[in-house]
């Protein structure tokens, strides 16, 4: 079982990236996903999550500016990112967990990506 991220990049502040997170090796049809994000010397943090009925929530900071999506037939998740802060700066990880909930903890997800990093420049 894999999850592969990718899509990150350096870009200026009110830029946009878009992230990508392929998962392999089974379905996660029936599965919460999310994105978190590792800044250095600060504990990593649930960006935005979804539910496999749909459910989302995005950590305060990115609401209005990130968009979480999730395709289940095809194993897919990505995560439209709007103007972009220096604050948002780190390495974003895509997770999956065996719930039909949302889970905010990184430590109830399972299964992790590799992490990409996304640098915003002034």
């Known amino acids: 079982v894999q999850l592969q991220a990718s899509g990150g990049g350096l870009v200026q502040a009110g830029g946009s990236l878009r992230l990508s997170c392929a998962a392999s090796?089974?379905?996660?049809?029936?599965?919460?996903m999310a994105w978190f994000r590792q800044a250095p010397g600060k504990q990593r943090e649930l960006v935005a999550g979804?539910?496999?009925?749909?459910?989302?929530k995005y950590e305060d900071s990115v609401k209005d500016r990130f968009t979480i999506s999730r395709h289940n037939a095809k194993n897919t998740m990505a995560l439209q990112m709007n103007s972009l802060e220096l604050e948002d700066t780190a390495v974003y990880y895509c997770?999956?967990?065996?719930?039909?909930?949302?889970?905010?903890?990184?430590?109830?997800?399972?299964?992790w990506g590799q992490g990409t990093l996304v640098t915003v420049s002034s």
């Open positions: 979804i539910t496999s009925a749909g459910t989302i």
């Open positions: 997770a999956a967990s065996r719930s039909s909930r949302m889970l905010n903890s990184p430590r109830l997800y399972e299964y």
């Open positions: 090796g089974r379905t996660f049809s029936g599965y919460v």
